[in-house]
Each structure stands twice: as C-alpha cells, then as structure tokens.
T-cell receptor, first 114, second 109 residues
Framework: NAGVTQTPKFRILKIGQSMTLQCTQD?????MYWYRQDPGMGLKLIYY???????DKGEVPNGYNVSRSTTEDFPLRLELAAPSQTSVYFC?????????????FGNGTRLTVT | KQEVTQIPAALSVPEGENLVLNCSFT??????LQWFRQDPGKGLTSLLL?????REQTSGRLNASLDKSSGRSTLYIAASQPGDSATYLC????????FGQGTELSVKP
C-alpha cells in the first residue's frame, strides 16, 4: 500500500494564480482531511470529507475549495493565491472519524506564494 | 475554546536517557488524544491513540498517559536513541483534531 500520496511536493505561485493540490489514498478510508501547517504552529483543519460526495469546512476554509468525487481522491483547490496561503499542506485519511482511529498523513506540499 | 499546549518547544537529551514530553489541554471534554511523530520534510505518523476512558497506552519504548481531569497527557520515551529525534505533536479530539505546536526532540549520540 502506498498510503496517502500528495502531489506536487513543492510549488511556487504568483499572487492571483490558481492551482490544485492532489491527494489520493489506497486504504479505502471514508474520512479525508486537508490541514495546513505554519512554522511554530499546530496543524489547522481546512476542509474534510466523510465520504464520496460529502465535504465540509474546517477551521480555516477561506480561499480554498475541495471536491470528493471518489473515495480515493480529495483534491484541494486554491483559486486566487495570496501570500497568506504560503504554508505546508497535508492531506490525511482515517478509517473512522472524530479522531477515533489513527490518521494517516501524506508527506505534504510546500507552497510559496510571492 | 480548546487550547492545546506543548512545553518545552525544544528538548535536547543524551542517548540512553528516559524522557517525558508534555501536553496540556484546557477543555477536558475530549473523545481521545493522539500522539504523532513528524520527521523533517515529512508528514505525521500516528504513534499512540488513547481513548477518553483509558489511562494509558504503550507501544514498544513509548508509553502515553492521559489524565482528563487535570487536562494533561505525557509521552514517555524509554532509553532514547538518535533515531527518536523528531518533532512530537499531541492532538485532542472534540469532533475534530486540535493540535499542539509540538516539541522538537534531539537525541545526541
């Protein structure tokens, strides 16, 4: 099993550009999450999904969009990149929600917006 | 509002030492608490998950305890090794995971 795979690993965007961060998992997990991690801070939840076709906002959803058309994939879309979105983005999945089963994380996408 | 704090932010110990990492939280109404390890440039790896009804969990040289009433959890690492060097994060579950800022551990040979 590959687990949770994120692409790309690194990306530099100019202000106002858009991009999609890809995330796929092969563990047949229903729950998937997007977090951002800023230096010296804990992880903040952006969006999450409890299954295909169902998504919901987390703590910091502004400036982002998600979709969940399949169990395996959970892409994160940035429409108009801003410097405040410079961060490391992590996708994660779990078998059940509410933190009641271990989260499996991808290796992250380091995004810089200049 | 739940706040999760990990002190110290960084810790350096000699190899072989037993050590304790601390995690405190302000609201005791949690479902569970997880400890994670993060290596530089990598994602998080789940180490231990303690349900709210449990007092501790063990995995190899790691032992995590939970005291909900005092809002504290500790991660005990026995006989530390250089390979244990990483950032350790705790997270409490209240419908969503709320993370601490992490403790960066360095184990010197």
């Amino acid at each position: 099993n590959a687990g949770v795979t994120q692409t790309p690993k690194f990306r530099i965007l100019k202000i106002g550009q858009s991009m999609t961060l890809q995330c796929t998992q092969d563990m047949n997990h229903n729950y998937m999450y997007w977090y951002r991690q800023d230096p010296g801070m804990g992880l903040k939840l952006i969006y999450y999904s409890v299954g295909a076709g169902i998504t919901d906002k987390g703590e910091v959803p502004n400036g982002y969009n998600v979709s969940r058309s399949t169990t395996e994939d959970f892409p994160l879309r940035l429409e108009l990149a801003a410097p405040s979105q410079t961060s490391v983005y992590f996708c994660a999945s779990s078998y059940i929600g509410l933190g009641n089963s271990p989260l499996h994380f991808g290796n992250g996408t380091r995004l810089t917006v200049t | 509002k739940q706040e999760v704090t990990q002190i110290p932010a960084a810790l350096s110990v000699p190899e072989g030492e037993n050590l304790v990492l601390n995690c405190s939280f302000t609201d005791s109404a949690i479902y569970n608490l997880q400890w994670f390890r993060q290596d530089p440039g990598k994602g998080l790896t789940s180490l231990l998950l303690i349900q709210s009804s449990q007092r501790e969990q063990t995995s190899g040289r790691l032992n995590a305890s939970l005291d909900k009433s005092s809002g504290r959890s500790t991660l005990y690492i026995a006989a530390s090794q250089p390979g244990d060097s990483a950032t350790y994060l705790c997270a409490v579950s209240q419908g969503k995971l709320i993370f601490g800022q992490g403790t960066e551990l360095s184990v010197k040979p």
